[in-house]
């Protein structure tokens, strides 16, 4: 089985920065994606951003060039590093790697709460 432990977030006042950090571990194939999803109260789970084993990144457009997304494939670990934090960003941040095509296996952390005070 594969295990995603979140860490970090919190509260922040708007305009502060705040870094998640998501450890993989298990049987984890290569290539793989990670990634970052939120989901505020009373919305759906939306991608925030998400990067390749390769290197490939993707950015919702709400946080291009805020958020930086990283990882490091030797420790199967994927990074977020949150800058100019606004309201909008509160939410429940989650963890999320997936791979193959048929079957693709998918698998989530167990959130982590970012609030950000206007």
């Known amino acids: 089985q594969v295990r995603l432990v979140e860490s970090g977030g919190g509260l922040v006042q708007a305009g502060g920065s705040l870094s998640l950090s998501c450890a993989a571990s298990?049987?984890?194939?290569?290539?793989?994606?990670m990634g970052w999803y939120r989901q505020a109260p009373g919305n759906q789970r939306e991608l925030v951003a998400s990067?390749?084993?390769?290197?490939?990144?993707t950015y919702t457009d709400s946080v291009k060039g805020r958020f930086t997304i990283s990882r490091d494939n030797a420790k199967n670990t994927v990074y977020l590093q949150m800058n100019s934090l606004k309201p909008e960003d509160t939410g429940v941040y989650y963890c999320k790697t997936e791979w193959g095509v048929q079957p693709r296996y998918i698998f989530w952390g167990q959130g982590t709460q970012v609030t950000v005070s206007s």
């Open positions: 990067i390749t084993s390769d290197g490939s990144i």
């Open positions: 298990g049987r984890i194939f290569s290539p793989n994606a």
